[in-house]
């Protein structure tokens, strides 16, 4: 473990870090004015989220969650009175014995197969301090066992004594966000801590500013022991969470109504798709802007503990009261573009981690592959050497069509599972998560070309001349 990162208040010139190696991106508050804003309100806004979508809601303020324009009119017209009523209802949504309790076993179930499951160790890239980071690459056996051990400790699994009803996600789900909350916010202010004092590696520093800090991070691979606090949120809790919840939800709905709302259904059933093909993947996220550039702080941490359970599950969550009405024929349509883009999606990144495995040697869509030969500097920051590399950027394939094409196919697959909560029938509320996510890729399509920019100079301008288009050919 490194000694300490004190003191070491990183420069605003991002190019001077980069030559000292300290692996500093601009980013963070100052970077986008919205996200900014909405880390402001984030903390609140999830817990109106989680009534918004719960049964004191329906019952309360039958029909107000799929009238949100009727619900801002009438606002309008009293802004003292809205503002106190949202006030009083967001504090109302407090922590709860059952959801801590689901929560923390939930944690206690992921930490014991992050520890106990054998895989193949596999390696990040290196950093501008030379520090690599190693994985065991156990992903698709954590998904398959948090699988089968959610489903044998509920009520449809074989226990003559069930532990607790399959939708328990949706029923602990209010007292559950809001201990997460609190949860995640202590623990950033650790995260601040540690990655100034105890850092676990080189690839840490103040910016000078405490708030930053404590948003963006100052450490960039965090551990206690063996265990990477990083990849264990991003994807131990929260993409596990999220792959567990729409399935949760949809037996809830079916217990509820006594009906299968196939909207709801076959939505959980893509997602869970979508999430087995991420932790098929998973290797390849951890070698993503979100892990190799984003530092352990507020944005990511909190975003990974609160933001994904509160956002990333609403169109399913919000169906649980409110049913989609969608027939099987129409939502067998919708259900059939969005395992499309989850296909497409791993296709493309799946074509890029085999060239790069391959170092080049391969065919791509039947022909050599068109690349770019990039080199780079690592710096050791105890003696100041510095190290030549070498990376390959291929233009050929998905990759030639755009610089970040597979965000195309994600984005068809959130769409359509937003479509399938059926906003014709129950608002607009319900495509919130696909119009956050349609921002944040175009922003995080920007940040990586900034991070391409400055890792590679003059050969990442020669490939943006191969590949122009960031997203979407002739658009953006």
């Known amino acids: 473990m490194a000694t300490a990162c004190a003191g070491s208040v990183e420069s605003k010139n991002t190019k001077e870090k980069y030559d000292e190696g300290t692996n500093y991106v601009e980013a963070g508050i100052e970077a986008n004015a919205f996200f900014f804003g909405l880390i402001i309100v984030a903390p609140f806004l999830s817990l109106l989220l989680g009534y918004l979508t719960s049964p004191e809601m329906a019952a309360d303020h039958p029909g107000v969650a799929t009238a949100p324009f009727e619900m801002a009119k009438a606002c309008a017209s009293d802004l003292p009175g809205c503002g106190k009523a949202l006030l009083t209802t967001g504090l109302s949504v407090t922590p709860t014995a059952d959801g801590i309790q689901f929560i923390l076993a939930f944690v206690l179930v992921a930490l014991i197969l992050d520890q106990i499951l054998p895989g193949k160790i596999e390696t990040g890239p290196e950093t501008h301090t030379g520090h690599v980071p190693k994985y065991v690459d156990n992903a698709i056996l954590h998904c398959i066992f948090s699988t089968a051990i959610f489903w044998a400790g509920s009520n449809l699994g074989p226990l003559t004594e069930p532990i607790y009803d399959f939708g328990i996600i949706y029923d602990t789900f209010k007292g559950a966000i809001a201990f997460l909350n ?152 919708i259900f059939v573009i969005s395992i499309a883009g989850v296909l497409f999606n791993y296709l493309a990144d799946r074509e890029r981690d085999v060239f790069r495995a391959k170092q080049g040697k391969c065919l791509v869509w039947g022909k050599p592959p068109k690349y770019i030969t990039a080199e780079y500097e690592i710096v050791d920051r105890k003696t100041g050497k510095k190290t030549t590399k070498k990376s390959l950027l291929l233009a050929s394939g998905f990759w030639g069509v755009a610089r970040h094409f597979q965000y195309l196919f994600e984005l068809t697959a959130a769409w359509s599972w937003c479509l399938l909560a059926n906003p014709l029938k129950n608002g607009v509320l319900p495509l919130f998560y696909c119009v956050f996510l349609t921002y944040l890729l175009i922003d995080r399509a920007e940040r990586d070309s900034k991070k391409c920019h400055l890792k590679y100079g003059s050969y990442y301008e020669e490939y943006c001349r191969l590949v122009p288009w960031k997203i979407l050919p002739g658009i953006h």
């Open 182 to 333: 609190i949860f995640g916010m202590v623990f950033c202010g650790f995260l601040t801590w540690k990655g100034l004092n105890h850092p676990s590696t080189e690839d840490c520093g103040s910016s000078g500013s405490l708030i930053k800090d404590y948003l963006w991070g100052t450490e960039l691979y965090p551990r206690i022991g063996s265990l990477d606090l990083k990849r264990f949120i991003n994807c131990r809790f929260s993409m596990t969470f999220w792959q567990l919840a729409g399935l949760s939800f949809a037996y809830r709905s079916y217990t509820l109504h006594g009906v299968i709302d196939w909207g709801l259904t076959l939505s959980a059933v893509s997602q869970y798709v979508y999430l087995f093909k991420f932790f098929l993947w998973e290797m390849g996220y951890m070698r993503s802007i979100d892990i190799i550039v984003d530092r352990a702080g507020f944005e990511i941490q909190w975003g990974c503990l609160v933001w994904v359970p509160a956002v990333y599950t609403l169109h399913t969550r919000f169906l649980v009261q409110n049913p989609s009405g969608l027939s099987l024929p129409v939502a067998s349509v």
